[in-house]
């Protein structure tokens, strides 16, 4: 069989975006450096430059002075259901009081002594200054930009993904995933030949990206069909008695009609996120659905990646569907998958075992190496 007809359709294009990593925060102080080398270099006197920043300095701290003091109108109703009946609980969720303080005082005070000699009295630049910010405020221009609110969504951990990343592992992942390999083995023991790979002993999990979920994956793809199920696990979980884990084993069929094992599934926290994108309530875009998806698989990989008892018990497949109608896309994504675990195996049962081997797709963007041989060779870590 061509190995090249394995490889996923659009090989490079799956991207799962890397936490953000401060770059803005640099390119800041960058900035700050270059303009502080211009002003320099401009030769201004260093009394009017100082009065300037000072007042600019001023302006801003009134701003928040203000901004805060409009929000915490609002939550004196609300001090019993939202701060505990405490006022300085309201106060500290309105303001920054823990540098807010010094600052203010540190740029009011060296406001005074500088506007001095400017030709314009105090009262009128800070009647300025205030109506410059509440205009501001009431424009609403200082509202935070797609960027920043996805950022502290994501640093706070309160996007929908994550929540449904940890429910899916602590609610379910947790649970089973322990248990996977003892269930291969009891059906490997039955069907010798059926399992013969111990790499592939693992729950694949299907992530598309789309959140395109199928209750039945013969449906998905006519060359994956149901072979059985692997051994129950039952548990009393939440008050239900003998609730019962299982997972089902599929084969699915390659171009040279062999048929390949293995146990997978979709993650089901997608069809949640489906069904938001279709629910006019939750106000959730198929944009939102699709950067929630990434988000969800990014966090998944990193929830797994630091279990110890989930090591080497699963595999996530992600993936973007192509746009053309592909029969047996799914099947070959997978298919991938399981050649690539058996190329690791025989790579370490050989003693040359690949470089940086990965389990699962990495979170950068994929560049499959596939080999022309049709002999297993050493994976290459280039992309993966």
């Known amino acids: 069989m061509s190995q090249e007809s394995w490889r996923p359709s659009h090989p490079t294009t799956l991207l799962i ?3 953000r990593e401060g ?16 002003l320099y270099l401009a030769g201004e006197p260093l009394l009017p430059t100082a009065r300037s920043l000072a007042s600019h300095f001023v302006t801003l701290q009134i701003g ?12 004196i109703f609300h001090l019993q259901s ?5 006022f300085w609980r309201a106060l500290s969720a309105c303001f920054p009081l823990r540098w807010y303080g010094p600052m203010l005082l540190i740029c009011g005070s060296a406001f005074v002594a500088l506007h001095n000699g400017d030709g314009q009295p105090l009262d009128l630049h800070l009647g300025l200054a205030s109506l410059f910010q509440l205009l501001t405020l009431a424009l609403g221009l200082q509202k935070p930009s797609a960027v920043e609110m996805s950022e502290m969504s994501e640093r706070s951990k309160q996007n929908v993904a994550h929540g449904l990343a940890w429910s899916y592992y602590v609610g379910y992942l947790k649970i089973v995933l322990p248990r996977v390999k003892k269930s291969m083995e009891v059906f490997s023991r039955a069907n010798p030949n059926m399992l013969a790979c111990r790499e592939t002993w693992k729950l694949h999990i299907l992530v598309p990206l789309s959140c395109d979920v199928y209750d039945d994956l ?3 793809d006519s060359n994956i069909q149901y072979l059985t199920d692997l051994n129950e696990t039952t548990l ?12 089902s084993l599929y084969a699915i069929r390659d171009e040279d009609n062999k048929l390949w094992h293995c146990a997978v599934e979709y993650a089901t926290p997608l069809q949640s996120l489906y069904a938001m994108s279709r629910d006019e309530c939750a106000a959730f875009s198929r944009e939102d659905r699709l950067e929630q998806a990434k988000l969800f698989y990014r966090t998944l990989e990193e929830i797994l990646k630091g279990s110890k008892e989930c090591a080497g018990t699963y595999r996530l497949i992600a993936y973007e569907e192509s746009g053309e109608s592909e029969t047996h896309f799914l099947s070959r994504n997978i ?10 195996e025989y790579a370490v049962n050989e003693g040359n075992q690949p470089h940086n081997p990965s ?20 994976l290459r870590s280039d992309g993966f």
Not at 64 to 75: I, S
Not at 236 to 247: E, I, L, P, S
Not at 336 to 341: A, G, R, S, V, Y
């Open 17 to 19: 975006p890397k936490a």
């Open 23 to 38: 770059r803005a925060r640099r390119a800041t102080y960058l900035l700050l450096a270059l303009c502080t080398a211009a």
């Open 64 to 75: 928040v002075l203000l901004k805060g003091t409009c929000y915490l109108a609002e939550e």
């Open 82 to 86: 939202r701060h505990h009946g405490s």
């Open 218 to 220: 013969e449906k998905a």
């Open 236 to 247: 009393t979980r939440a008050g239900t008695k003998k609730r019962v884990y299982k997972h």
């Open 335 to 344: 298919l991938w998958h399981l050649w690539q675990q058996r190329r690791e």
């Open 359 to 378: 389990a699962s797709l990495s979170s950068t963007e994929l560049n499959l190496q596939i080999s022309e041989s049709d002999l297993p060779q050493p």
